[in-house]
């Protein structure tokens, strides 16, 4: 499958194939290809009006609702680049964000405008956004009386503007873009450090999207629905969950929040085949009552990344599928942002469920000393390295982050992941641990990804994270969080370090335990370590 074109190209090339299957659902409604790509050119054409350029670059802080969709590909139709964010990044952080990539307009639900309304003082242009616009009046009456007093005082005007009063029937050229060149920006998570604005092209976003059906190992994929939960400013959710589905002609069934009700029963009609999503995502399900009701079998396909993944999760996952007649499996798979995504997964029939899989078709994945960046041999612990087509193409304005997480060996350019792995002879991937969260005590190092694998196959834990903390004569210790299933349950903390230290050593027993009742989560549900760090 090509991949030097836009996105917006990918689109229409699969809308000529299947006009009138369905392309994306969002609470009981479709909208089938043609309709979208009717959708998308009308925006494009409003938004050409507006005098917008190529390379201009327009943010989008949006849920994953019709609009966020329409918008995207929209903007890229255009040659305009997309920044896409957090629909409720902190006005600070989008005044930086927006400066940093300068941005002069801002796609938001208009809900959120008393939120970002202060950004009217920096010359930004607001596109406010209804969800329910594609709906009848029963959604739209319903969905005004709950948001009244935030819908009823927006002073519509020259810069701020409703997004369907955009929409305008005189075409807007499509851009003749380089498909290398940057088209969207998104931001990195952010959860260990200050998140940096990645530059990734058109080219690289629509070659791992090309690999959709390799990983399914299905070729048709038309009327199969994929749970769009993931969102937009995220790769795994914008090229995945989104853009690679769209491409082979797929259904993405939106959904701006998980809810695991509504995951159930949408899987019981039929209406989510696949789903992708990270660790707490599969543990929520598993705990649903009637996740073990026979239709869940309409799961074909499950894919966990994104965050540290205990085997015990996968385990009892792919128990569940087996109870109900599947054959799906939690399938682990490794990437970042820095590659779109994905670069390694498991398969249905190629797996090792310690692993996070093989490297896709065109991209290389080694080993690196972390010292001296030479090559590893096989099974060897080092630093894991990235090359291909799916690479970005660096950091905005920022290169000497970019010059340092990059390496030039053999005539290749490899992003530096900054994780602990190592790769086996059969070329299994094996993820161990973020470098930047291994905990040295007395010099030692501890793996905070093995502790919590440890204790997430006791029963009796729901949730479990461990941190290093400051120690006056180790120089480190570990802290560890427990969330329990039943506390009547409960393991005793003497208990607890010895388990600790039967398997994994003195060093890596916790200086403290706490209970909580939930661990913190980011906007996408990983486990958000700088919290922790606070408590």
Known sequence: MESNFSLYQAIVETAKKYPQNNALLFMGKYLNYQELIEKIDLFANGVNRLGFKTNDVITMALPNVFEAIISFY???????????????????????????????????????????????????????????????????????????????????????????????????????????????????????????????????????????????????????????????????????????????????TLMPKFNADETVKLVKNNQVNFIIGVPSLFEALLKHPEFSHPNIKNIEQVFVGGDYVALDLKKRFDQAMELVGSKARLLEGYGLTEVVTVSSVNTIKNHNQTSVGKPLPGIDMAIVDVETKEFLSNNQNGIIVISGPTLMNGYLNDEAATSNSTLIKDGKKWILTGDLGFIDELGYVHFKQRLKRIIKVSGISVLPAEIENLLMSYEAISEVAAIGIPDEEKGNMVKLFIVWNDKSQRIDNSKIEEIIKINLGSYAVPKEIVELKQLPKTEIGKVNVLELEKM
């Open 74 to 252: 929209a903007v890229n139709k255009l040659g305009i680049i997309s920044h896409v964010v957090h629909p409720v990044t902190p006005v600070i952080q989008m005044r930086k964000f927006m400066a940093s990539t300068n941005s002069k307009v801002l796609i938001i639900m208009d809900s959120f405008f008393e939120r970002y309304q202060d950004l009217l003082k920096d010359g930004i242009m607001f596109i406010l956004v209804s969800p329910v616009d594609e709906f009848g009046l029963i959604k739209k009456v319903g969905y005004h009386m709950m948001n009244r007093k935030k819908l009823n005082n927006i002073p519509y005007g020259n810069n701020i503007m409703k997004f369907k009063s955009l929409y305008n029937h005189n075409l807007a050229s499509e851009a003749n873009t380089d498909p290398f060149a940057t088209s969207t920006y998104l931001h990195s998570g952010g959860t260990s450090g200050e998140p940096k604005t990645i530059e990734l092209s058109n080219y690289a976003i629509n070659y791992l999207a090309s690999k959709v059906s390799f990983i399914m190992e299905i070729d048709d994929l038309t009327n199969k629905h994929m749970l769009g939960v993931l969102p937009m400013f995220h790769g795994f959710g914008l090229c995945m969950g989104i853009h690679g589905i769209l491409r082979f002609g797929g259904v993405t």
